[in-house]
Structures are given as C-alpha cells and as structure tokens.
C-alpha cells in the first residue's frame, strides 16, 4: 500500500478539487432527485488506483463533502462516507496492480472494472441508503432508488473515464530499460 507522504498529500488535494469540480459544475440532473450523472468516479478511482488507498479515502470524502457544502442543503454524511469508502476500496484493490510501472493490461482492466462494479454497488446500493436512513430517517423506496440509479451512473463513468485514464497513465510511464544509453 502507498504510504501517506508529500506525493500522496498533493494527489489528495489536486484529487478532492478534481471531484469537487467535477461534482459540482460537470453535473447533469438525472431526473431522480438529487442523483446526477457526472463523471467525478472515475478520476477519484484513477487517483486511488495511482495513489493508493489514502489519497483515495481522503479525495472522496473531502470532495464530495465541499460538493453538498457549496449546494447549500448541508453536508449529506451517508453519500459524503460512501464516496469516501468508494475511494478507499479502489485505493486498496489497485495497490495490488503496477500501473505506477507502466502496467495496465487487460488482466488488470478486467480486475479494476470489477472491483469498481462491486465497490459502487456496496457504496450506493447498501452504505449510502442505510445511512440515509439511520441518520436522516428517508424513506426507503427513495434511498434504494437513489443508489441505484446513483451506482448505474458511477459504473458507467468509471468504466469509461477511470479506465481510459488508467490506460493513457500506465502508457506514459518509460518501460523499465527502455532507456538506453547512447555510445
């Protein structure tokens, strides 16, 4: 696993502006109520995957959190944690992977794309309605439809946006030897 250090702190920052900016002005009404489609799930899982867990926990929480900040409804907790879980857990499958070698094949596009699939669906189908409905006592039959419709939108732009800039990174790394001295 990534460690926490300079590198990390400065994807943290440049990967919660990232999904704020994403989130809050790239956004597009989905037509269930407060559920857009946007795209900032897949720059937060290219983050954690580069990163590492951290800098994906802390992007996702932190940005998401300024996103319900600056709509003025108040910091909506449940969606806030399930970013910040969505984050975490890319992070950590990713850390198994050597994108940050220049590695990124379709063995490891496969193993991204599922972990995204299951990570979403926990995050906006279980964690983000239970907690709506623990600590702001919404209806059920609204939450569920949210996250639903929620985990559809983000896996689909995971899919696309994380795994395009997880192969454009991987492919911009030097191969090791790849570099060769001239005589």
């Keep these: 696993m990534k460690k926490f250090s300079v590198k990390t702190i400065v994807a943290t920052g440049i990967?919660?502006?990232?999904?704020?900016?994403?989130?809050?002005?790239?956004?597009?009404?989905?037509?269930?109520?407060n559920t857009n489609i946007s795209i900032q799930y897949g720059v937060l899982a290219f983050i954690a995957a580069v990163f590492g867990p951290i800098a994906g926990v802390l992007a996702g929480l932190i940005g998401h959190f300024f996103i319900d900040f600056s709509f003025g409804w108040g910091v909506?907790?449940?969606?806030?944690?399930?970013?910040?879980?969505?984050?975490?857990?890319?992070?950590?499958?990713?850390?198994?992977?050597?994108?940050?070698?220049?590695?990124?094949?379709?063995?490891?596009i496969l193993i991204f794309n599922a972990a995204q699939i299951v990570c979403h669906l926990v995050a906006w189908v279980v964690i983000a309605p239970v907690l709506d409905i623990l600590i702001y006592q919404e209806p059920a039959n609204k939450v569920f439809l949210q996250g639903l419709v929620g985990a559809g939108i983000n896996i689909v732009a995971t899919a696309v946006i994380g795994t395009l800039l997880c192969v454009a990174y991987a492919a911009a790394i030097p191969k090791k030897g790849s570099l060769k001295e001239e005589e």
């Design 76 to 108: 909506w907790w449940s969606w806030v944690i399930a970013s910040a879980f969505f984050g975490f857990m890319m992070g950590f499958v990713a850390s198994k992977m050597k994108i940050d070698e220049g590695q990124f094949g379709k063995k490891d």
């Design 15 to 33: 990967g919660a502006a990232l999904f704020f900016v994403l989130g809050r002005f790239v956004a597009i009404p989905s037509g269930i109520p």
